[in-house]
């Protein structure tokens, strides 16, 4: 697993590229916006099948994605999506009026958990969902595990680190058993634990927060027969096209 350490490189995309990006996601809006509109989402999915063609995903998926209206917020969710993986996908999937829940829910991980990892933060049925581990395990600290031969070693180098890997995993089991490392598991166990309480109730809160201005929300719709989910105040359903769920 990835460390916070070696998540703190960014990759920005070639404006070419964001610009094709950017008109797939706008295309990907609008095919949203559309479920009601045979001819509007027709138009939509050719949008977004254009500019679907030649992008890199790889590369759109490393890259780091600052919401475009972050604003003040910009800054810590630049740290939040640093510790997404490669391969991931770099991006916040929700709207500005989430962005102080997950700042505060960061913030807290982080505490808790200073190397945590996250997968993936998104809206989904009209609610946020915040995938992430704990990114630490339990080892001797007197004891590191072996370093991976390079991709050039030889089957030699291979066998030897295999069985110096083995001969270690069998220490680190013995170093759990012991006192220290007991303790040391039902530390992090508690901290896990405390987390995981934590997230929940930050989804709890996004479950009546409006998603888009942040004011007491509940659960909305659009109209079928393809209903789009999400959590709206009234003054911002209406004109979104949403009826309370």
Same mark, same amino acid.
């Given at each position: ?22 008109? %797939? ?41 600052? *919401? ?31 962005? *102080?829940?997950? =700042? ?12 945590? =990892? ?22 001797? #600290?007197?004891? *590191?595990? #072996? ?38 598991? !039902? ?7 405390? !987390? ?26 659009? *109209?079928?027969?393809?209903?789009? %989910? ?11 096209? %949403? =009826?309370?769920?």
């Amino acid at each position: 697993m990835a460390s916070r350490s070696e998540l703190t490189g960014e990759v920005a995309m070639p404006s070419d590229a964001q610009a094709r990006w950017d008109a %797939y996601a706008d295309a990907v809006r609008q095919l949203a916006s559309s479920t009601n509109d045979a001819e509007g989402f027709r138009a939509a999915w050719g949008a977004m099948s254009q500019a679907a063609h030649g992008l890199d995903h790889q590369q759109i998926l490393n890259a780091i994605h600052v *919401p475009k209206d972050a604003g003040e917020h910009a800054q810590a969710l630049r740290g939040m999506l640093v510790r997404i993986p490669d391969g991931w996908g770099r991006w916040i999937s929700c709207d500005r009026g989430w962005y *102080p829940l997950l =700042v505060e829910l960061d913030g807290q991980l982080r505490t808790l958990l200073p190397d945590y =990892v996250i997968h993936q933060v998104k809206e989904k049925y009209g609610g946020l969902r915040y995938y992430w581990e704990s990114g630490e395990e339990v080892h001797d #600290p007197n004891d *590191p595990e #072996p370093p991976t031969p390079g991709r050039d070693g030889n089957e030699a180098e291979r066998d030897r680190w295999g069985q110096e890997h083995e001969a270690w995993h069998e220490r680190l089991d013995a170093y759990r058993q012991t006192p220290e490392g007991q303790e040391r598991i !039902a530390d992090l166990e508690r901290r896990v634990e405390l !987390a995981e309480e934590l997230a929940d109730a930050a989804e709890g809160r996004a479950a009546v927060t409006c998603e888009l201005c942040g004011a007491p929300g509940r659960l909305h719709h659009t *109209p079928a027969p393809f209903p789009w %989910y999400k959590t709206l105040c009234p003054a911002c359903a209406e004109p979104e096209g %949403y =009826v309370s769920s």
